[in-house]
């Protein structure tokens, strides 16, 4: 007779609270691999939330076309090779949820800041390069608690997926004091080579080159 183990229970140091809001806004930034499919489950899950009577928005933002390579691995069909990602998205789940979602054909940039008053903000970060990730952990630093950050991103043997609101420790820890708090750590402060990454590649390969001859040089 084989024996049953139990899984051990994890307790969390605190209990997590939301804090008040009257809608949901989600943005997801992103629509390749990972992206285009996330997004069929946040058309799920808005229509869930709109029928329990909380209005919810959501933005796809991606500046890329789709391409015959795409077709297959990321969620997009032949017929839409040519269209705009976010807009193919947007099209296609408000037409088969009867949703309003928007659709933004450009990279994000300073004017961002995926923020809406008495909202519960959400952005997801879908996203393949560092510059894009440290503009979100900037408007997640500027929002103070007010805008969380999923960060899902893979390689080709690992990957993650993180959640968090906070950019301070020090904003962080003093909640756990009261064995509540409205904060969890964001990705970059858990993660900090999510923005990070790009300064020591840069290094590498500046270092690379300063060890390769002339001739190595000339052949790059």
């Not at 807009?87 to 088969?96: G, H, S």
């Not at 996203?127 to 007010?146: C, P, S």
Request: proline share 4%; aromatic share 6%; charged share 20%.
């Amino acid at each position: 007779m084989k024996k049953t183990t139990t899984a051990p229970k994890l307790e969390l140091p605190f209990t997590f609270h939301l804090p008040a809001f009257r809608q949901v806004n989600i943005t997801l930034v992103g629509g390749g691999g990972t992206g285009s499919h996330i997004a069929s489950g946040l058309a799920s899950l808005a229509l869930e939330l709109e029928e329990r009577g909380i209005p919810t928005e959501i933005t796809f933002i991606d500046p890329d076309c789709v391409e015959q390579k795409n077709v297959g691995r990321q969620l997009f069909a032949p017929a839409e090779v040519g269209t705009f990602k976010a807009l193919a998205v947007a099209k296609r789940l408000n037409a088969v949820y009867s949703l309003m979602t928007g659709a933004s054909c450009r990279a994000i940039d300073r004017r961002d800041t995926f923020v809406v008053a008495d909202a519960l903000n959400i952005v997801i970060g879908a996203v393949d390069n560092f510059a894009a990730r440290k503009l979100i952990a900037q408007k997640v630093d500027a929002a103070k608690g007010n805008l969380f950050w999923v960060d899902a991103g893979n390689e080709y043997s690992n990957g993650q997926v993180l959640i968090g609101n906070c950019s301070s420790r020090d904003v962080f820890k003093k909640g756990l004091g009261l064995g509540l708090s409205h904060h969890l750590p964001a990705p970059h402060v858990v993660y900090p080579d999510l923005i990070q990454a790009a300064k020591r590649k840069a290094k590498m390969i500046k270092k690379k080159k300063q060890e390769l001859s002339c001739a190595e040089l000339a052949a790059e």
